[in-house]
Nanobody, 120 residues
Framework: QVQLVESGGGLVQAGGSLRLSCAAS?????RGWFRQAPGKEREFVAT????????YYADSVKDRFTISRDSAKNTVYLQMNSLRPEDTAVYYC????????????????WGQGTQVTVSS
């Protein structure tokens, strides 16, 4: 069973940057990042295929966030630049989708979540 461990969340001022990491054990296939703000549903952020050649972003983070993966370390990263207060949420990494997917239902493994707070 795949286990995911996230790190890198924290408090940052608007306009700042953070990098999230998600280390995995086991075979992970496509990977993704989702987020959930208080009182809102979990939403898609970014996804990357198993080989790293296919990437999708939510429109709200395009050109500000970058997803990448290091296959040797079985780790996925989310570099977040130009952060905004509306990016505040718990960020979850996911794994196990057969292909890169924007749907949470396609992923079979989830991390515990890491809090990102952006102050104005």
């Amino acid at each position: 069973q795949v286990q995911l461990v996230e790190s890198g969340g924290g408090l940052v001022q608007a306009g700042g940057s953070l990098r999230l990491s998600c280390a995995a054990s086991g075979r992970t296939l496509s990977r993704g990042w989702f987020r959930q703000a208080p009182g809102k549903e979990r939403e898609f952020v970014a996804t990357i295929s198993s080989g790293g050649g296919i990437i999708y972003y939510a429109d709200s983070v395009k050109d500000r966030f970058t997803i990448s993966r290091d296959s040797a370390k079985n780790t996925v990263y989310l570099q977040m630049n130009s952060l905004r207060p509306e990016d505040t949420a718990v960020y979850y990494c996911a794994a196990g989708a057969v292909g890169p997917s924007t749907s949470a239902d396609d992923y079979s493994a989830w991390g515990q979540g890491t809090q990102v707070t952006v102050s104005s």
